[in-house]
């Protein structure tokens, strides 16, 4: 999906965040970042795809505190943020998600068995007076704005990948 996006929104990198802790999970069973870190770099494995945590580094967990420190950062770089179908379901739950899409444009991927009910998620009520056609021209949309896109959808689940090898945690190379 990254590699596709990047294609299709002529993107020069794609960023993965990788998270300390995600504000709407539970801190139980949480895998160590260090192996988070080491198995998103190892399902990546492609030069132009940057795998971070740099939420951790920035000292911020919320996206809507993320975005403006990256965009202070690197004042250089446009970001568009990437979310899967399924995200946008519960997107109305995010804190300040509204200053999210205020912040960068953002790209819905479309994802099975989610892409139809996101449409009618509670924040697409307030985001669907945003919405764009086409990804054509992202980069000077005004904000907010979003756009719902099918790069072809991948039904795998990271959910489901974890469940299947509950340890696989302790199998991460740290240390790269």
Same mark, same amino acid.
């Given at each position: ?32 970042? +260090? ?17 971070? %945590? ?14 403006? +420190? ?19 379901? #519960?997107?109305?739950?995010? %804190?300040?998600?509204?200053?999210? +899409? ?57 959910? %489901? ?8 945690? #302790? ?6």
């Amino acid at each position: 999906m990254s590699l596709a996006a990047m294609q299709r929104f002529h993107l020069d990198e794609i960023w993965w965040l990788v998270s300390p802790q995600n504000p709407l999970k539970p801190t139980s069973g949480m895998a160590p970042i +260090a192996a988070r870190l080491a198995s998103a770099r190892a399902i990546a494995n492609h030069p132009r795809i940057r795998v971070t %945590a740099i939420e951790q580094e920035l000292g911020t967990q919320r996206t809507a505190d993320t975005i403006p +420190a990256l965009k202070a950062r690197f004042p250089q770089a446009r970001f568009l943020w990437l979310m899967g179908a399924d995200n946008l379901l #519960t997107f109305h739950r995010w %804190a300040d998600w509204r200053s999210i +899409a205020r912040e960068v444009p953002i790209v819905v991927l479309a994802r099975p068995d989610y892409t139809g009910r996101s449409r009618f998620s509670p924040a697409m009520g307030w985001l669907r007076h945003f919405r764009r056609n086409s990804p054509a021209q992202w980069r000077s949309w005004p904000l907010p704005a979003i756009v719902i896109v099918n790069l072809g959808n991948d039904s795998r689940s990271a959910t %489901a990948i974890r469940n299947r090898t509950p340890d696989w945690a #302790t199998h991460q190379d740290t240390e790269a």
